[in-house]
């Protein structure tokens, strides 16, 4: 079998404030120091990887982690907003604590449809999230055919691309696990595909 692309999947670093479990979504938000020194690892790992281009949301915590990459490879660098994390609407910014404290009886509602329910506010529904996500993806896997490619985004964007190529429904994506930056490793033949590396 021929391999069409390998997909190198990372999230970007640790955040601040993650040790209050936030729910950040498309809010701006800077790298700790850790995720700085966890992203120019991942960098470094990727350094001799044969890479014929990197793309990343334009979300500043992944954009920051793809520069890093991109000064070891001179590949087009794109950064594009479809590959941003899920909306919350009038959950951007708060913790899970508040959420849970403040919109108790919203919370249970997405709990019991994951894929269809959206938060107030008019945020994404898991279904809508995993229909953007994968349009742009498939997109991308089209244009760099014949090319490995680097992807940094978020630990969504991650776990819908991740289920898609495991055969997963959506609704099993908090399933995966998807560690501040990790490593995906995702191998495409012309009819099947391999899952080299989960959170890595």
Request: proline content about 2%; charged content about 25%.
């Amino acid at each position: 079998m021929r391999r069409i692309n390998r997909v190198y999947l990372i999230r970007h670093g640790q955040i601040n404030g993650y040790e209050n479990f936030p729910v950040y979504g498309h809010t701006e938000v800077d790298l700790t120091e850790i995720g700085i020194l966890q992203m120019q690892q991942v960098a470094e790992r990727l350094r001799f990887a044969e890479i014929g281009a990197i793309y990343s949301s334009d979300l500043e915590r992944s954009a920051s982690g793809a520069r890093m990459i991109a000064r070891y490879h001179d590949v087009p660098l794109h950064f594009l907003s479809e590959l941003k994390e899920i909306y919350f609407g009038d959950w951007e910014g708060r913790t899970m604590a508040e959420i849970r404290s403040d919109f108790p009886k919203e919370l249970a509602k997405r709990q019991a449809d994951l894929a269809n329910y959206q938060p107030p506010g008019d945020g994404e529904s898991i279904g809508r999230f995993s229909k953007r996500i994968m349009k742009i993806y498939e997109r991308i896997l089209s244009e760099q055919k014949d090319n490995d490619i680097v992807i940094v985004a978020h630990g969504a964007v991650n776990r819908v691309i991740l289920c898609e190529a495991l055969g997963l429904d959506i609704v099993h994506m908090f399933n995966i696990q998807q560690d501040y930056g990790c490593l995906n490793i995702i191998d495409y033949f012309t009819d099947s595909r391999v899952v080299r590396l989960v959170n890595g």
